[in-house]
């Protein structure tokens, strides 16, 4: 799964999986077959510059995620909207978690912000334009 640089975007795009994780926490009760569990692979942006994980609406609605609330969100622009907030499990190249991500009704492509890219510590390389893990075999967390 290796990250491909977009010429016309010159961004960095991976494949991402996402899921409901209602479904996942079913299916690990025993409660919905794992076949059953609503998943979704596409490619998404990475965004190191953006704070959070964008979803487009329609994805949200294909894994069936509830609105947990709202958030305002700023734009490049100056503009300014408030968008619904859905949970959701990603997982990007063996590294996963649960995010909170806010909707966007006009976009077709997951971003990935810095919040989710630090959580699993990936590493942007934009003059070589590829994401890398800091460590191979672990998530390196820093304290202090």
Do not use: W
Not at 22 to 34: C, I, M
Not at 52 to 70: D, E, I, S
Not at 98 to 116: D, F, H, N, Q, S
Not at 120 to 141: C, E, M, N, Y
């Amino acid at each position: 799964m290796a990250a491909k640089r977009e010429k016309e975007l010159g961004r960095i795009t991976v494949e991402v999986e996402l899921a409901n994780n209602d479904d996942l926490a079913a299916a690990r009760r025993g409660d919905l077959a794992g076949d059953k569990v609503r998943r979704l692979k596409m490619r998404g942006v990475v965004a190191p510059n953006s704070t959070r994980l964008m979803l487009p609406t329609q994805v949200a609605k294909k894994l069936g995620l509830r609105v947990t609330g709202q958030t305002k969100v700023c734009y490049g622009n100056g503009r300014k909207n408030l968008r619904d907030v859905v949970d959701v499990y990603l997982e990007l190249r063996g590294r996963h978690g649960l995010y909170r991500a806010r909707l966007e009704p006009r976009k077709g492509m997951v971003t990935i912000g810095k919040i989710v890219l630090n959580d699993l510590d990936f590493l942007v390389d934009h003059t070589k334009g590829r994401l890398s893990p800091r460590d191979a075999k672990f998530v390196v967390v820093e304290i202090g």
